[in-house]
């Protein structure tokens, strides 16, 4: 489905995507194309959760 809501300049809109950089000032986004905004604008919505395993590690024995 296509959203054809127009967006002014300076309009406050959410978006979900990772984080893929992170400078002093600046985050890079990635929504499909990578996006550079200022670091005071973006806020953590998910805390970041390593994938879990679906088998336990097995240690060989020494």
């Given at each position: 489905?296509?959203?054809?809501?127009k967006?002014?300049?300076?309009?406050q809109?959410d978006?979900?995507?990772?984080?893929?950089?992170?400078?002093?000032?600046?985050?890079?986004?990635?929504?499909g194309?990578?996006?550079?905004?200022d670091?005071?604008?973006?806020?953590?919505v998910?805390?970041?959760?390593?994938?879990?395993?679906?088998?336990?590690?097995?240690?060989?024995?020494?």
């Open positions: 489905m296509i959203d054809h809501t967006v002014n300049r300076g309009q809109i978006v979900k995507g990772e984080v893929t950089r992170i400078d002093e000032d600046t985050v890079t986004i990635e929504l194309p990578l996006v550079t905004v670091r005071d604008k973006v806020r953590l998910e805390k970041y959760r390593p994938p879990n395993r679906r088998k336990a590690l097995v240690v060989a024995p020494d």
